[in-house]
Every structure is written in structure tokens, then in C-alpha cells.
Antibody, heavy 118, light 110 residues
């Protein structure tokens, strides 16, 4: 079935970087953009950016432009999101999601909890 | 980009209808038919229930419907059921080619 499976929980210190993976299966990996969304505890979701798995092109929310990178390895049907210079307010569940039509994300990963703590 | 404005909570009895509003600006909701809605029970990933303002993905019951007027989008849940209890978020494409979520609404089935 169509699914996105993410890597496991991470605990990082302030100033460090974290890299989360998102493996796609059940569909043509290069046909759909992958977006990344995060959700801090008790808060609503926040869109971070997207990657075009076909071309590798990316686009980010201005808030993250200086410290986020999104990459992909097409042979593994996997996308990666790396966030650097971590702060305590980066503690959140990070989701990857498949772009659907002109708006919406129809398939979501299970989420990866990233905890930033000294 | 400021979050879209939703009521913090709405409630209704089983079988009733509830409507959740999502107010943005002319730079997002008002300019694009690229509004989507998500249902999120506690501890789970969001689930797409409406895309492009009023379209339902396959498998979503027709009790869920969406609309838009001006800068405000709305989600209506008809024939409310206990399983509809969850947080609901709207989302819109924006004039800066980004996406913005709503503040979220908790739906309680009395």
C-alpha cells in the first residue's frame, strides 16, 4: 500500500543538527512532491518546505531558509530533512507528507519526534 | 505569514451539524482555491478530509463538506458521530508560494 515511513525518534543538544528520513513505497516516488510539516507539543502544524523528488528542487518557508536542507536519493525512494543550529523550540514531531493535487497532503508519515535538550 | 484564524472549539450532539470557520486574508484564502482541511485525533498524524476548498478524497464520508466565501473557508460536519471527535486544521496556499495552517479547532461530541 501507499505509505511513507520515517526514521525513529532523536534527542539532540542545542546547536546540533538532526537528519530525518522518509521512505516512500507503493507509488512512483518521482511523481509527487514531498513536504515537511512539524508540530510542536500542544501546537498546530507548521509547514516547513517541499522537495521535488524528480528534480531535487526545494522551496522552504522563510523561517527555516537559513538552516534547513531537503535532499533525496531516488534509488532508495527516500527523502531527507536536515535541520541545523537546533534550539529548544525546535522540539516537535516532524512529518513528511505527499503532495496531492494543487493543495493538500494525502499520505503522511508516522512522524518523528525530535527533542532538543541540554 | 500569520496563522489562519479558527474557533478554538465547537461542540454538538450526535446527529447534529457543526461548522468550523477558517479566516485568512486576500493573500491566502481569498485569492486561491487551494484550501484543505485535516482531521487529527490525539497522537496521530493529520488526515486529509477536504482539498481544493470542497473536494473529498476517496474514502472520506460525504458528511464532511467544505466551502469558501471571500477570505473565509468553512468545514461542515453533518450527522455528527462520536468518531468525529478530534482536532481540525485548515490550510491554504499563499501569495509567497508557501502554505499556512489554521490555529486549530477541537470538535467535541456531547
Amino acid at each position: 500500500q501507499v505509505q511513507l515511513v520515517q526514521s525513529g525518534a532523536e534527542v539532540e543538544k542545542p546547536g546540533a543538527s538532526v537528519k530525518v528520513s522518509c521512505k516512500a513505497s507503493g507509488y512512483m516516488f518521482t511523481y509527487y512532491y514531498v513536504h515537511w510539516v512539524r508540530q510542536a507539543p500542544g501546537q498546530g502544524p507548521e509547514w516547513m518546505g517541499w522537495i521535488n523528488p524528480n528534480s531535487g528542487d526545494t522551496y522552504f518557508a522563510q523561517k527555516f531558509q537559513d538552516r534547513v536542507a531537503m535532499t533525496r536519493v531516488t534509488s532508495f525512494s527516500t527523502t531527507y530533512m536536515e535541520l541545523s543550529s537546533l534550539r529548544s523550540d525546535d522540539t516537535a514531531v516532524y512529518y513528511c507528507a505527499r503532495g496531492f493535487k494543487t493543495s493538500g497532503w494525502d499520505v503522511w508519515g508516522q512522524g518523528t519526534t525530535v527533542t532538543v535538550s541540554s | 505569514q500569520s496563522a489562519l484564524t479558527q474557533p478554538p472549539s465547537v461542540s454538538g450532539s450526535p446527529g447534529q451539524s457543526v461548522t468550523i470557520s477558517c479566516t485568512g486574508t486576500s493573500s491566502d484564502v481569498g485569492s486561491y482555491n487551494r484550501v484543505s482541511w485535516y482531521q487529527q485525533p490525539p497522537g496521530t498524524a493529520p488526515k486529509l478530509i477536504i482539498y481544493e476548498v470542497s473536494h473529498r478524497p476517496s474514502g472520506v464520508p460525504d458528511r464532511f463538506s467544505g466551502s469558501k466565501s471571500g477570505n473565509t473557508a468553512s468545514l461542515t460536519i453533518s450527522g455528527l458521530r462520536a468518531e468525529d471527535e478530534a482536532d481540525y486544521y485548515c490550510n491554504s496556499y499563499t501569495s509567497t508560494s508557501t502554505y499556512v495552517f489554521g490555529t486549530g479547532t477541537k470538535v467535541t461530541v456531547l
